[in-house]
């Protein structure tokens, strides 16, 4: 996979699926903010995860992919949120899309609403 270019999101962003957080309310709206990321399987991977999938297994390649995947996703999302100037981003919705001739590639997208919540008391 290449090199994660929102390597340098800021961590301590609070990120939530939920409307609203307890004790800090929204004091500006700033946006709507997503993150997409492709990546593409590989055959060999396919091949040996369709095996496991017979046998009963966990395809441990995959959810390896698939985690790496959905962490940038939400890097690039805290990434775009700060560049608006939000310290959270609300509302986060995760989607995942099979893409490709065969889906031999997978889209991992995060969106979300960027907004800046006031300091709490």
């Known amino acids: ?29 700033c946006g709507v903010v997503t993150g997409e990321v ?28 698939l985690s790496r995947a959905r962490e940038e996703a939400m890097a690039e999302m805290r990434q775009r949120a700060a560049a608006l100037g939000g310290n959270a981003v609300i509302g986060v919705d995760l989607d995942y899309e099979v893409l490709g001739s065969g889906g031999s590639m997978l889209m991992v997208s995060a969106t979300g609403t960027a907004v800046y919540l006031t300091d709490p008391a």
Do not use: H, K
């Open 1 to 29: 996979m290449a090199e994660n270019p929102w390597g340098n999101a800021p961590t301590e962003m609070i990120v939530t699926t939920t409307n609203n957080i307890d004790g800090r309310p929204v004091q500006r709206y």
């Open 38 to 65: 492709i990546v593409g399987a590989n055959l060999f991977r396919d091949l040996f995860a369709s095996v496991r999938d017979i046998v009963g297994g966990r395809s441990g390649a995959y959810e390896e992919v």
